[in-house]
């Protein structure tokens, strides 16, 4: 996720902020669980007592999709698919963004598993597309 953090804070003409939710050490809410937490572009870090990644009640996820308004879902493991399934459990609109060169990098296998067609935008256009119809 930092790559994305980095793309979004270095575009000139973008509005908002870098939100970042930090998962604690279990047990340890003080604590993020990893030293790399935040990544150094997220700009207003949210600490919570939560720390799991995953479709868990106490999984920082459900922040990430309930405040959302839609989920552009890049390559990623499995904190990225439990985000997936919470974005179909709540009813969210989201999109597999998969460029045929990022796909020959990955096995992206469980992802088109997860994925209608439909669901799997190809090229920048169609994902722009997607971002302008869904407004």
């Known amino acids: 996720m930092e790559a994305v953090a ?3 804070v270095d575009y000139p003409e973008r509005s908002g902020a870098s939100l970042g939710v930090i998962p604690s050490l279990e ?3 003080a604590t993020p669980k990893s030293p790399l937490y935040p990544n150094r572009y997220v ?3 949210i600490r919570t007592h939560l720390p799991f990644s995953s479709t868990h009640e106490l999984s920082r996820n459900h922040i ?4 959302s308004d839609l989920l552009v879902v890049l390559y990623g493991s499995g904190g990225t698919l ?12 989201y999109r597999l963004f998969l460029l045929e060169e ?3 990098q990955f096995d992206c296998s469980e992802f088109f598993q997860r994925f209608d067609k439909d669901k799997i935008l190809r090229s920048r256009e169609a994902l722009i597309g997607w971002l302008a119809a869904s407004r």
């Open 102 to 104: 990022t796909e020959g």
């Open 64 to 67: 990430n999709i309930l405040t």
């Open 43 to 45: 700009e207003i870090p």
């Open 27 to 29: 047990g340890n809410p």
């Open 82 to 93: 439990s985000e997936c399934d919470l974005a179909r459990h709540y009813g969210k609109p």
């Open 6 to 8: 980095r793309a979004f």
